[in-house]
Structure formats: C-alpha cells, structure tokens
C-alpha cells in the first residue's frame, strides 16, 4: 500500500530538534521552569510568604512537562505499552485504513497527570500517518475514537503492520507528532505528544500475539509488556 501523507495543520506539525532540554522533561518545559523557578526567587526575597505559589506553579508544570529517557528492552518478541495510563478495553475490530483486516484493539487512558509520551510498541518503519480532524469528548467514551481530533500512525514491523492512534481529549487538544513516514523506530521510540490528557489506541493483527494485559490495568510506555508475538 502506498504511504498516504496529507498536508498536516498546523497544531499537529512534527516537533522540532529534541535539544536544548532539562533532563528528564520535555524542551517545552524549559522556559517555564525556569520563569517559575526565578518567580519563585524573586518572591521569596520580596514577600517570602506568597513564595509557595509561584513554587507550586513550577511543579505542577513540572509534572505535565515529563519526559523522562526509558531504556526499551530489546527483545524481537515482545510489544510493549505505546502510552503511561490504564487499559479502557480490549476489543476486537476491523481496521480498515492501514491494516486492512480484523484486529485487536487496545484503548488506553492517559490522565493529566500520565507522562503525555507516546511510543512506539516494537521495532518498525513508520509507512503511514494521518491527520483527522474531530470532536474534544472525554476519552472515556468509546466513540472518542471514531469522532475525537485524532492522529493515525501506522508501522511496518518485521512479523507485520501495528496501527498506533493518538487521540485528543477535552483539554488535551495539540497533537504533536514526531516522527515521519519513512523514519525507522526502535522500539520505545518517540511517536508524539498529547498533554492534559488523551487516550491512544493500538491495532494489533487478530492472533498476532498473546496478550499479557487485561482492561483496568495500568502500563508504562515502552516498559510495560503487553504481548508476546506468537508463531513468529
């Protein structure tokens, strides 16, 4: 199938050069943290005791702005969690924009307060992506994925195409790609970015694997190891 690449807009343009960062967070976060950390300063030697707001300001931002560097275990078997946060379903249905067939799906929850990173759930080349534009709903509705702003990912591995979705929510509303189509991932790699919460989905060929999760359990991204491939 040929790679479909629509013209992107603008809130979900891939991100720039991952430089210029604290460790440990996302670049983005760089200027807040350090406009709150010099508040913060600036109060504590003229009023010290309004100096805890300015504090709390700078972690709460500390906490949505994580992006912490995770070591994927490099195990051709496995397929690991592509969001922080906790199983909403597992179900079964047919994909018919990328895998063309009856597929597994894993819908994950990512709070506000879940690390906002996607990735990727094994090792692959990125072959399709697209941007829909949609609805804000809760994430914890099912149609959320059928009708909220979403972006589509879809990776050729070697034992078969997956299909990663990310998928905004209410307060989450900037998709933040970063990869390309023809860029390859090691597993663990970096997809994109919702922050403030969202929900990803990923498509699993039907009887590719074993599944290792049940719904109502939390998973790490690239940590958490959700299935073993099976017959491969």
Known sequence: MEAHTPEPSPPQTPAKERSSRIPGFDPEATPLLGIGLGLTGLTLGLRPRFAPLPLALTALAAALYRDPERVTPPDPQAIYAPADGSLLLIDEIYEHRYLHTDCVRMAIAVSPLDVPIC???????????????????????????????????????????????????????????????????????????????????????????????????????????IGDLVGV
Do not use: K
């Open 119 to 225: 990735r990727s759930p094994a090792a692959g080349t990125v072959r399709y992506m697209e941007h829909v534009a949609g609805q804000y709903g809760p994430v914890s509705d099912i149609a959320a994925g059928d009708q909220n702003e979403r972006v589509y990912m879809g990776i050729e591995t070697a034992w078969g195409p997956i299909m990663v979705v990310q998928i905004a929510g209410p307060l989450g509303r900037r998709i933040v790609p970063q990869v390309a189509v023809g860029d390859a991932l090691s597993a663990g790699a970096r997809l994109g970015t919702v922050r403030f919460g969202s929900r990803t989905d990923l498509y699993l060929q039907r009887d590719v694997a074993r599944l290792l999760v049940e719904s109502g359990q939390h998973v790490v991204a690239g940590l958490s190891r």
